[in-house]
């Protein structure tokens, strides 16, 4: 048997190498301390596995380890490149060295170690594919309006019994419907009738996303029904299957927040959404967003010195600059935002599936908008400029969405606001 315990100094610069090659090409920048951290435990939980004494122990480290990945989202084919990295420097080692006798051994040993981590990787990964979506559904099931996703929990559960069958394979279980027009969900793609879905490029994806989805279905019933002999081609497949479902998710979320804009009632100076339903809309967003796993921001905007330009030019001009500014929110943000005027001269825009960083790009694109336009009242040029403060919503420790959660981000973003007007004005915090 191979002895890894005599070249732990090489594994550990493979992994380190690894590493290095993977930050250079940027695929750990800017990572959080969190993930940071997970990253260093995995390092050592790998090392742990070529130090082991006995079977027993190498067994129970396998699986510490593999737990360890699936529970921190570590893609397997991450866990690949480093398993093949080692692999090939320690070839190097002895082949330099003409040792052909650990050559042959150190072969055996890694496919061995390879088919432990794959096969228990396969089978935490389904187990927690599958909470996962048990916990979308019951995200959903917090709707007090569903609109379209009812549909896409229609689509939840058609994965549910995707993931069952694949994971009691050999049990003669029934796999889900593979034609993509013929599930529940297709059935009402093919059917819809609401003009202004319908004829959007969101809409559109839709139905890529979904008949490639049931493409990658049927290969993986196919290789189920083969005996699954190739663990590894599952896992890859069973990953594509699980993004493409919340790319669809993300996408049937866009089209409810665009039914719901149309639906709801409008402030009548501005036709932006009103005040009394920021509440209800921004619990419905936070559930969507944990539901299909993605971001939700908010900006929060008002208008610097707007009582100086009511009282120097009167309310209709002042009114004339409200509705000037509403323009400009329209013409900068997605339909799927929700903007409201949330009182006099301010606003709020609750944002889906938009990060931190990206929120605060948006916001500075409005306030310079602003600052560098003018609004012609009677023959008079008005100049204003606005004050903005942005905050993300972590959707992933938000457990569950009360009023309490939604005062607690209004204050945040207020806060922010209110730096921004001690901090000068026309600027963004």
């Given amino acids: 048997m191979f002895k890894t315990e005599n070249y732990l100094n090489e594994i550990q610069s493979s992994i380190d190498d690894f590493y290095i090659d993977f930050e250079r090409e940027g695929y750990l920048e800017g990572n959080d301390f969190e993930y940071a951290q997970a990253i260093t435990e995995h390092k050592n939980l790998f090392i742990e596995l070529f130090n082991c004494n006995a079977p027993s122990e190498a067994e129970e480290k396998t699986e510490e380890f593999v737990y360890f990945c699936v529970a921190h989202d570590i893609p397997y084919m991450f866990v690949y490149g480093e398993l093949l990295t080692i692999s090939r420097n320690l070839m190097k080692l002895l082949a330099g060295d003409g040792d052909l006798e650990n050559l042959q051994r150190l072969s055996v040993y890694f496919d061995k170690l390879e088919n432990q981590i794959t096969i228990a990787y396969f089978h935490k990964f389904l187990r927690r594919l599958a909470a996962k979506n048990h916990l979308r559904l019951s995200h959903i099931s917090n709707l007090v309006e569903k609109n379209l996703i009812i549909h896409y929990q229609r689509h939840i559960e058609w994965m549910i019994q995707l993931i069952d069958y694949v994971e009691h394979a050999g049990d003669e279980l029934p796999y889900p419907e593979l034609k993509h027009n013929n599930c529940a969900f297709g059935k009402w793609l093919h059917n819809a009738s609401v003009p202004y879905i319908i004829t959007t490029s969101h809409f559109k994806e839709v139905g890529n996303l979904h008949r490639a989805l049931h493409d990658l279905a049927s290969e993986v019933v196919q290789q189920c029904q083969n005996g699954l002999q190739k663990p590894k081609n599952m896992i890859h497949l069973m990953q594509r299957i699980d993004y493409t479902s919340l790319e669809i998710g993300n996408e049937i979320a866009i089209l409810n927040d665009m039914i719901m804009i149309e639906e709801y009632s409008k402030d009548p100076l501005t036709g932006l959404l009103t005040r009394r339903l920021f509440e209800k809309i921004m619990i419905t967003q936070i559930e969507i967003a944990k539901a299909t796993e993605s971001q939700c921001a908010i900006m929060m905007c008002d208008l610097d010195h707007f009582k100086t330009i009511n009282d120097t030019h009167g309310h209709l ?75 993300a919503i972590d959707t992933d420790t938000t457990s569950y969405v009360l009023k309490d959660t939604i005062q607690r981000y209004l204050s945040e973003v207020d806060s922010k606001l209110y730096r921004a007007k001690q901090n000068g004005r026309n600027r963004v915090e």
Avoid: N, W
């Fill in 317 to 391: 001009a002042g009114d004339a600059v409200i509705q000037h500014f509403s323009e400009i929110l329209r013409t900068l943000l997605r339909k799927s935002d929700f903007i409201f005027r949330f009182g006099g001269e301010e606003f709020i825009i609750l944002l889906p599936s938009t990060s931190e960083q990206d929120v605060r790009k948006i916001a500075q694109k409005v306030c310079d908008q602003a600052a560098t336009q003018e609004v012609v009242f009677d023959g008079m040029p008005i100049c204003y400029t606005v004050s903005i403060g942005v905050t």
